[in-house]
């Protein structure tokens, strides 16, 4: 497995997704402390440094809710370029934790409700996580597979940050596929 900096070099961020050539993951690539989800064809398995890495089967998984993903506001959305900007200024005197977001994955017997942390560097769009839970809804219901996602990332250029337009038309493509 490729190493926690390669993951995060590699991924291209779309909607609540860090996606790489190889992993779709759900919020931030784990990293050398912090656990993740990974979305593959077979399922939603946990991932990280020691985690139990509990693999939960599309075909035995009822839903998959995010909740409490960092939104913009519409003022937020306004305030957007200033708020980049003063998150760079910020982040030289001070590295902060991404703000975390409880994944709940639902199956016939249970919910298992598990802590990740946002890729977002300040805030997903309200769009971006209204399409990105329309996604997971797919993947639960079997009806699409994140395999489409690397598909995608194995045909694109080298990592580069996408617009929200941008974001939100690859989702949008996806969900009505």
Not at 8 to 34: C, D, H, R
Not at 54 to 75: E, I, M
Not at 93 to 115: F, H, I, K, Q, R
Not at 155 to 173: D, I, K, Q, T, Y
């Amino acid at each position: 497995m490729a190493g926690p900096t390669d993951l995060t070099k590699n991924a291209l961020l779309v909607g609540l997704f860090s996606i790489t050539p190889a992993q779709v993951y759900l919020g931030a690539p784990p990293g050398e402390t912090a656990t993740g989800l990974e979305l593959t064809p077979a399922g939603v398995q946990r991932v990280g440094s020691d985690v139990d890495t509990s693999l939960w089967s599309w075909r035995d998984v009822s839903a998959v809710r995010v909740v409490g993903a960092p939104v913009k506001s519409g003022f937020g959305r306004g305030l957007a370029a200033v708020g980049v900007a003063a998150s760079i200024v910020l982040t030289w005197w001070s590295v902060s934790a991404p703000d975390p977001m409880t994944v709940a994955v639902e199956t016939a017997d249970s919910c298992g409700e598990l802590p990740v942390d946002s890729a977002a560097a300040i805030a997903y769009t309200p769009r971006e996580a209204e399409l990105s839970q329309l996604l997971l809804n797919r993947f639960a219901d079997g009806s699409l597979s994140p395999s489409l996602m690397t598909e995608w990332r194995r045909n694109e250029p080298e990592p580069r940050r996408l617009s929200a337009r941008a974001r939100e038309g690859l989702l949008l493509r996806w969900v009505q596929s």
